[in-house]
């Protein structure tokens, strides 16, 4: 959507931001003769004008390939002190409306700023530091040379460290381990006014706190040090089926009410598919009983996948673990014929989805629109919301997965600028569908946007207090309704680190002061 209306606005200023630049070559002139290490491009800025959401195509002015801290500041300073620019810190670009664009502003290609070598610290506390544009699946590499790796992952492993932490970071350890913003010592931050800052949770922790979770709006995240735990070399990978969403949802709160039965839980949604069974065949997974397995039949009824992991090292260990495993399956209330299992790497588990990415770029179905949807439930509504969406307002999800499963957030760190139902156990569901022309048969862009504001629409008259993962919203109404009472502390936080409004313009929270 070139050219949209931005709508959001600072609390203290009420004018709209997309405004040109005073004098474009004077702009060009001025940010060419900053002293930097890296360089600043201002043709070919096609890459930095779109994102993986595909939905948007803002142009920046210019790109920043930084080679050194300093070149971030540099640049955030000389911003400061222009009328009108912005800065959008780019990761991998893989955000979904727009987050890490900076129309007629300037990008920050954070993959760029090189990582001081990924430097490993092996000790009671563990931990890696790394550059804020270092990929996770390069971190997971390094680390598991020296048996250790990151405990809190997401499901897809091309996103930057900066990108992550700058929503939470979440997957099936996190109810284990907390997000990803919950495991870091340390962050270097260049603020909105290019001081760079070294914070912690003792050191200059406001800041620390703010940028975890902070969508951007405080500062970019230069350095990050990731805490680190002992990596196993296996995992025993489970999938068993539910057509009682009670029941399946009962199954999940019971296996992360106990830290030590699987090393990540997480589910997905099947409607109005029959293929499953035989899909999960080819990919390697074995039934428990396969001619039991080969008589399931679904009749196309919305079923509920529960989806454990068990992580171990040896052979011996692994045997240990299917007694323990099978006593806890005994406990649970699947259907019996639907218990199937794998043996893989673990980090070909955690790299799972970029198999799936490599398949879909085959087919040409990596880099269409993604008008995906990320909601956090309270756990007190998740059969409500379960019963109106999945059998109803949702028909099918040929186009994509619809993953469900809970968090358990009173080990979560309550300081960061995340914000989240209010209660303990909330579910994740991600609606993380591809849009495809309507010809090929599946539902195409304006559909799936319906169907999200169907969703929506159902959340907000049963007023239950979801909130969005990766939020996108386009009036101030919504943002301060989607912050809450941590509204205030939020805006607070902006005035004192980003005073200009210059940083990450994308999320469309708050506007650019002249
Ligand atoms: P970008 O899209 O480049 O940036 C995102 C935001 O962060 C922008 O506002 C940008 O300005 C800001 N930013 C980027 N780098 C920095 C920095 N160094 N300092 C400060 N601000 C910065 N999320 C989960 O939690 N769990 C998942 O399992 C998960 N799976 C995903 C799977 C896929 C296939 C995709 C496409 C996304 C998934 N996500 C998941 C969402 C993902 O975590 C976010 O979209 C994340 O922001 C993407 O990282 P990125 O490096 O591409 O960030």
Same mark, same amino acid.
Request: glycine share 6%; net charge neutral; aromatic share 10%.
């Given at each position: ?83 009108? $620019? +912005? *800065? ?9 409306? #727009? =987050? @890490?664009?900076? /129309? ?54 091309? $996103? +930057? *460290? ?9 997957? #099936? =350890? @996190?109810?284990? /381990? ?56 296996? *995992? ?72 454990? *992991? ?205």
């Amino acid at each position: 959507i070139p050219g949209r209306t931005n709508l959001c606005s600072n609390p203290s200023v009420s004018t709209p931001i997309d405004l040109p630049p005073s004098n474009p070559s004077d702009i060009h002139s001025s940010l060419d003769s900053l002293d930097l290490e890296g360089y600043i491009i201002f043709h070919d800025v096609h890459n930095a004008s779109k994102d993986f959401g595909n939905r948007y195509q803002l142009p920046p002015l210019a790109i920043l390939h930084p080679k050194s801290v300093s070149d971030v500041s540099t640049v955030m300073r000389h911003i400061g002190s222009t009328t009108n $620019l +912005t *800065v959008a810190a780019r990761g991998h670009g893989h955000s979904l409306q #727009g =987050q @890490a664009l900076a /129309h007629q502003g300037v990008v920050i290609n954070m993959e760029s700023l090189p990582s001081p070598g990924i430097k490993i610290h092996k000790g009671k506390q563990s931990y890696v530091d790394v550059s804020g544009g270092e990929l996770w699946i390069n971190i997971l590499r390094e680390t598991l040379k020296t048996g250790l790796s990151p405990k809190s992952w997401t499901d897809y492993l091309h $996103l +930057t *460290v900066g990108g992550t932490l700058s929503n939470a970071g979440i997957s #099936g =350890q @996190a109810f284990k /381990h907390g997000p990803q913003i919950n495991n870091v010592y340390q962050l270097e931050i260049v603020t909105g006014k290019g001081e760079v800052v070294t914070c912690s949770q003792k050191r200059n922790s406001e800041l620390f706190h703010s940028v975890l979770g902070g969508l951007g709006q405080f500062g970019i995240i230069t350095r990050a040090r990731i805490s680190l735990g002992p990596a196993p070399h296996m *995992v025993k990978w489970i999938r068993v089926l539910y057509s009682d969403f009670s029941a399946f949802s009962r199954d999940q709160e019971h296996l992360i009410s106990k830290d030590n039965a699987f090393d990540y839980v997480e589910g997905f949604v099947i409607i109005n598919r029959t293929d499953i069974l035989n899909n999960w065949r080819s990919s390697s997974f074995t039934p428990s009983d396969s001619t039991k397995a080969s008589q399931f039949k679904s009749h196309g009824k919305t079923l509920y996948c529960l989806e454990v *992991v068990k992580y171990f090292n040896s052979e011996e260990a692994n045997s240990m673990n299917n007694q323990e495993t099978e006593k806890l399956l005994s406990e649970l209330s699947y259907i019996p014929s639907t218990l199937f299992s794998s043996e893989v790497t673990y980090i070909e588990f955690l790299d799972r989805v970029h198999t799936a990415e490599m398949k879909l770029r085959a087919k040409g179905l990596w880099e269409v629109p993604h008008p995906w949807l990320n909601l956090l439930i309270p756990k007190s509504r998740i059969l409500n919301f379960a019963d109106k969406v999945f059998n109803g307002i949702v028909t099918s999800n040929h186009n994509g997965p619809i993953l469900i499963y809970p968090v358990n957030q009173s080990k979560w760190n309550k300081h960061t600028s995340l914000i989240t139902p209010n209660e303990d156990i909330f579910y994740l569901v991600a609606f993380l569908p591809s849009a495809v022309p309507k010809s090929s048969g599946g539902n195409d862009l304006e559909y799936l946007l319906r169907q999200n504001q169907r969703v929506l629409s159902f959340c907000e008259e049963a007023n239950m207090d979801v909130k969005q993962y990766l939020p996108h919203y386009e009036t101030q109404r919504e943002w301060r309704s989607h912050f809450g009472e941590r509204w205030e502390t939020f805006a607070k936080r902006k005035h004192k680190y980003d005073p200009l409004g210059i940083l990450a313009p994308g999320q469309r929270i708050f506007r650019r002061a002249s």
